[in-house]
C-alpha cells in the first residue's frame, strides 16, 4: 500500500512539472529573440521621406500595419471558412497605410515592391492583398523601389488613385528626394544596405565593388561603376 501511494506521488509530480515546465523555462532562460536594426529598411525610409513630403499634412502615415487592423472577417462564416480567412490576414502587414489627418480614417494602403514581388510565392501574395482591399473597398497603391523619387509624381499618383486629382490635370512641380550619400547604396536584390569593398585576391584584384551587407546570404557584388551607371539610369 505504501509503495501505490509513493507512485501515485511520483505520478502527480511529473504532472504538476508538466504542466509547470514552461513557466519554470521562462523564468530560468533568456527568450530566443534580437532586436533588429529598424523598423524601415533603407529602401522603404527613402520612400518614406519622400511619402512625407508628397502628402504634407493631409494625411497621417502609419507603417508596417497589420492587415487585421485594417480589415475584419464577417462573422456570418462557419468556424472554419472563418480560421481560412483570418489565417489569411493575422500575419500579413502592409508597408504604409495613409489614415485621415482629422479621425484616423483609413485611407488608403502603399505598397512598395521590389524584385522580390516577382517571385511566384510573392506574386501569390500581392493578388490576395489586392483582392483583399478590393474586398473592403479600399486602394491599395503600389510604387517600385527606386533608388530616388520625384515628391510631384508621388502625389500625384496618390491623388489620382484616391479620386481626388483627374489623371488628365497637369502633374504638380518636381520636387526631388536628396541625392544619394556617395558612400550609401541599396541592394538591388534584398533591399539592404551595401558596402564599398576593394577586391584584394583574385581576378578582380584591385577593383572595387559594392557588396550587400547580408553576403552570406543574398551573395550580391556590383562592380563600382556599375552600380553607379544604374543608379544613374534609375533617377532619369
Known amino acids: 500500500m505504501f509503495g501505490l501511494l509513493i507512485f501515485f506521488g511520483i505520478i502527480a509530480g511529473l504532472i504538476y512539472l508538466f504542466k509547470k515546465f514552461p513557466e519554470i523555462l ?13 523598423l524601415f529598411s533603407p529602401a522603404e525610409k527613402l520612400f518614406l521621406t519622400a511619402l512625407e513630403k508628397a502628402i504634407g499634412n493631409q494625411y497621417e502615415i502609419f507603417g508596417k500595419v497589420r492587415m487585421a487592423d485594417i480589415m475584419d472577417v464577417k462573422k456570418n462564416l462557419n468556424g472554419k471558412d472563418y480560421q481560412i480567412a483570418w489565417n489569411g490576414i493575422s500575419s500579413k502587414h502592409i508597408d504604409f497605410v495613409l489614415c485621415d489627418a482629422t479621425d484616423s480614417a483609413f485611407v488608403c494602403g502603399i505598397e512598395l515592391d521590389d524584385k522580390s514581388h516577382n517571385q511566384a510565392n510573392r506574386a501569390k501574395r500581392d493578388v490576395f492583398v489586392n483582392k483583399a482591399f478590393e474586398a473592403i473597398s ?3 497603391i503600389r ?11 508621388v502625389r500625384n499618383t496618390i491623388l489620382q488613385e484616391l479620386g481626388v486629382l483627374k ?20 541592394c538591388p536584390k534584398c533591399s539592404g544596405p551595401m558596402t564599398r569593398r576593394k577586391a584584394n585576391v583574385g581576378e578582380n584584384v584591385g577593383k572595387t565593388f559594392w557588396v550587400c551587407n547580408d553576403y552570406k546570404s543574398c551573395k550580391t557584388a556590383i562592380l563600382d561603376e556599375s552600380l553607379r551607371t544604374n543608379s544613374t539610369q534609375d533617377n532619369s
Not at 521562462?26 to 529598424?38: I, V
Not at 517600385?144 to 510631384?152: C, T
Not at 489623371?167 to 541599396?186: G, L, V
Open 138 to 140: 479600399l486602394p491599395l
Open 167 to 186: 489623371p488628365e490635370e497637369p502633374i504638380a512641380p518636381a520636387e526631388a528626394t536628396p541625392p544619394r550619400k556617395e558612400n550609401e547604396h541599396i
Open 26 to 38: 521562462l523564468s530560468t532562460t533568456r527568450l530566443p529573440y534580437e532586436k533588429r536594426d529598424a
Open 143 to 153: 510604387f517600385e523601389v527606386k533608388a530616388g523619387y520625384d515628391v510631384g509624381k
